[in-house]
Nanobody, 120 residues
Framework: QVQLVESGGGLVQAGGSLRLSCAAS????????MGWYRQAPGKQRELVAR???????NYADSVKGRFTISRDNAKNTVNLQMNSLKPEDTAVYYC??????????????WGQGTQVTVSS
């Protein structure tokens, strides 16, 4: 059974910080890249940040320099440190994890989402 448990969302004033965490558990042979996406009301889900199993990262231009993604491979967790938050960062944030079977087939898994609200 695959499970992604997210935590850390909430309400913060502009300029503040939040840290999101996602703990992954499941019957995978290995875990590949992990990431965070977000979806604001009336908008499509978009990539916020992603990190490979080797530690390479990529960020949306809108969050570069403000957000930092990290992972703990021993614990199968991925974190998103969000600093200098802006009202436009308000969205539901989703964790995403690529799990691989022994035979190499990839399964993309999503968390339930956590709300981040930034007030002006």
């Amino acid at each position: 059974q695959v499970q992604l448990v997210e935590s850390g969302g909430g309400l913060v004033q502009a300029g503040g910080s939040l840290r999101l965490s996602c703990a992954a558990s499941g019957i995978w042979f290995s875990i590949g890249s992990m990431g965070w996406y977000r979806q604001a009301p009336g908008k499509q889900r978009e990539l916020v940040a992603r990190i490979t199993d080797g530690g390479s990262t990529n960020y949306a231009d809108s969050v570069k320099g403000r957000f930092t993604i990290s992972r703990d491979n021993a614990k199968n967790t991925v974190n998103l440190q969000m600093n200098s938050l802006k009202p436009e960062d308000t969205a539901v944030y989703y964790c995403n994890v690529d799990g691989y079977s022994y035979y190499g087939s990839r399964q993309s898994n999503w968390g339930q989402g956590t709300q981040v609200t930034v007030s002006s």
